[in-house]
């Protein structure tokens, strides 16, 4: 009884000593999280551009592996000089687009100032239905938001575009300069350990694979959806068509809330101009329409079973990103997501984040089960 005792009291002291530690350790996370949250923040600026980079870095370098195997008669394509060309046209690409966004929401804007004093009047009028009680209250709630301060801050982001450009190109010529040695390195940051970095290789592959497949998709989607808003949006006679569609290809890149964005965008610049409420409905249907078909169905289509996330888990990503990163972030996060997911699926002692993050619970791309393929 007495040595029962004395290791009963001896448990109990080990644990009392260890309750003071795993406080210790639960605050020592809860600071080093508050300190990562700091930094990604504040550098938020650099770290999107560098995101940014590795992106395109990733959706080019395998084509100029294949560029530097070719060969020209006896000669064969210098990888530097794969790397150059592809640097120039990533360049100019940027640029490009940049320009062509900075141009379409400049025009966006400097229209949409002029229409302001009409806009509460506008969206006040869609709730006349309702009642003129509701429809004033509508229009002095309206009235009391200050859009033209909302649209220069649009405008003073949107400013911010070329100097990213400027540092994404920079960001994606160092990494092209540098991919020759990143076997070597990585093997050298796994201690020389040639299967963990094999391993290490095979997850980056994965996530570039998943990542480059949904860009692709969703570029595609994207631009047959804005060429389809433009032709509705012409077909109405709006002075802000090609905005409209551009603005609409932008904004379909930002999962499951850029499209309603991009419906409330138009139909309200639509009823704006219009200012009659069967031609907007009708605008508005045929948008939606639009918007439904493709996200819903031909989106889901070609993406398949390559990405597999959980509908959950992507708001809570868009909405964390956005907040931390802003409108950049909101375009990140899938991607994001996608590299989470993958890392947590390989550790051990990560495993349930990527159950968490993936659709069915298979992070790891198994068949779902018959009844669930069954019930989509």
Do not use: C
């Amino acid at each position: 009884m007495a040595d029962r005792h004395q290791i009963g009291k001896t448990a109990e002291t080990m644990t009392d000593a260890g309750t003071p530690q795993r406080i210790q350790t639960g605050a020592l996370i809860i600071i080093a999280g508050a300190v990562l949250l700091f930094m990604l923040v504040q550098a938020r600026f650099m770290l999107t551009s560098l995101a940014v980079a590795i992106i395109l870095f990733s959706l080019t370098s395998d084509a100029i592996a294949y560029i530097s195997r070719l060969k020209i008669g006896p000669l064969r394509i210098p990888n530097w000089l794969a790397s150059l060309v592809a640097l120039v046209l990533i360049s100019t690409g940027l640029f490009m687009l940049s320009s062509l966004v900075l141009s379409q929401v400049n025009t966006v804007l400097s229209t949409t100032l002029l229409y302001t004093e009409r806009v509460p009047a506008a969206v006040a009028d869609l709730f006349a239905w309702m009642g003129p009680d509701v429809e004033s209250a509508i229009q002095n709630a309206m009235g009391s938001v200050n859009v033209s301060g909302y649209l220069r801050t649009v405008a003073g982001q949107a400013g911010g575009l070329m100097q990213g450009t400027v540092l994404v190109i920079l960001f994606v010529g160092f990494l092209f300069a540098e991919r020759l040695w990143f076997e070597v390195k990585l093997t050298s940051l796994m201690g020389g350990d040639t299967a963990r970095a094999a391993q290490a290789q095979r997850i980056i592959g994965t996530i570039m694979h998943r990542v480059n497949y949904y860009l692709l998709v969703k570029t595609v989607v994207s631009a047959v959806t804005g060429a389809m808003v433009y032709a509705v949006a012409y077909a109405f006679n709006l002075e802000l068509a090609v905005a409209i569609g551009v603005l609409t290809f932008i904004l379909n890149y930002i999962p499951n809330v850029g499209s309603i964005v991009a419906t409330v965008l138009a139909t309200l610049v639509a009823y704006v101009q219009i200012g009659e409420p069967g031609p907007t409905m009708a605008f508005f249907v045929a948008v939606s329409l639009i918007q439904f078909v493709n996200g819903n169905i031909i989106d889901p289509w070609l993406m398949g079973r390559t990405l597999r996330l959980s509908t959950f888990g992507i708001i809570v990503s868009l909405a964390f990103w956005g907040a931390v990163w802003g409108i950049a972030g909101m375009f990140l996060s899938v991607p994001i997501m996608v590299a989470v997911m993958i890392v947590s699926s390989h550790v051990p002692g990560l495993r349930p984040v990527a159950v968490l993050l993936s659709r069915e619970g298979l992070p790891d791309g198994e068949e779902p089960p018959a009844q669930i393929r069954a019930a989509e």
